[in-house]
């Protein structure tokens, strides 16, 4: 099972940006994924998950309206997109495998997104 | 919502057996999953389902769930087990995971 996420990105205040979680190992459809975010010095926070086999998803509220979730099964990717980035976005997002009650048991390398106002 | 608390920092020495809880209304109700997080990594699963180990895990690692804790225990500390740890249950009423703040623990 390995999830390999796409690179850092640097932005700035207000601009737009897609990152990307490709799986392999394993069947893309028979598990979630989640995605969690990790600022600067802190804790890991829940920010929302998806269904890649019906792309049904589910966010915090915390996350919800300012990010979106979405899978492309042909490829095997998930993807984790904002609209309209802050500052306070600055962090680490980490997306990872899991199912309902399941642990996330693997766990993509991470993506650093850096947001300058 | 359902709120996990883990004390900020656990001290041990080299050998000696490190307790890290995670306090939780009923916890042991639910199922209780362990990650480490070394600097500038990924989290790793040590401990699910309160006590199970993934495979590759060292038997040093262990885990227990009961009343309103949830405790990873870590025997015989090395250096290389300096790290964050977090725990995570399910909140079955939102269907949302929760994780507690972290611990990270020092090797004396």
């Known amino acids: 099972v390995q999830l390999v996420q796409s690179g850092a990105e640097v932005k700035k205040h207000g601009e737009s940006l897609r990152i990307s979680c490709k799986a392999s190992?394993?069947?893309?459809?028979?598990?979630?994924i989640t995605w969690v975010r990790q600022m600067p010095g802190k804790g890991l926070e829940w920010m929302g998950q998806?269904?890649?086999?019906?792309?049904?998803?589910k966010y915090s509220p915390s996350f919800e309206g300012h990010v979106t979730i979405s899978a492309d099964k042909s490829i095997r990717t998930a993807y984790l997109q904002f609209s309209s980035l802050r500052p306070s976005d600055t962090a680490i997002y980490y997306c990872?495998?899991?199912?309902?009650?399941?642990?996330?048991?693997?766990w993509g390398q991470g993506t650093l997104v850096t947001v300058s106002s | 919502s359902y709120v996990l608390t883990q004390p900020p920092s656990v001290s041990v020495a080299p050998g000696q057996t490190a307790r890290i809880t995670c306090g939780g209304n009923?916890?042991?109700?639910?199922?209780a999953h362990w990650y480490q997080q070394k600097p500038g990594q990924a989290p790793v699963l040590v401990v699910f389902?309160?006590?199970d180990r993934p495979s590759g895990i060292p038997e040093r690692f262990s885990g227990s769930n009961s009343g309103n804790t949830a405790t990873l225990t870590i025997s015989r500390v090395e250096a290389g087990d300096e790290a964050g740890y977090y725990c995570?249950?399910?909140?079955?009423?939102?269907?949302?995971?929760?994780f507690g703040g972290g611990t990270t623990l020092t090797v004396l």
């Open positions: 990872a495998r899991t199912y309902s009650l399941l642990p996330f048991d693997s």
């Open positions: 190992g394993y069947s893309f459809t028979s598990y979630w």
């Open positions: 389902d309160d006590d």
């Open positions: 998806i269904d890649p086999s019906g792309s049904s998803t």
């Open positions: 995570q249950v399910w909140n079955t009423s939102s269907e949302h995971p929760v």
């Open positions: 009923n916890i042991g109700s639910k199922s």
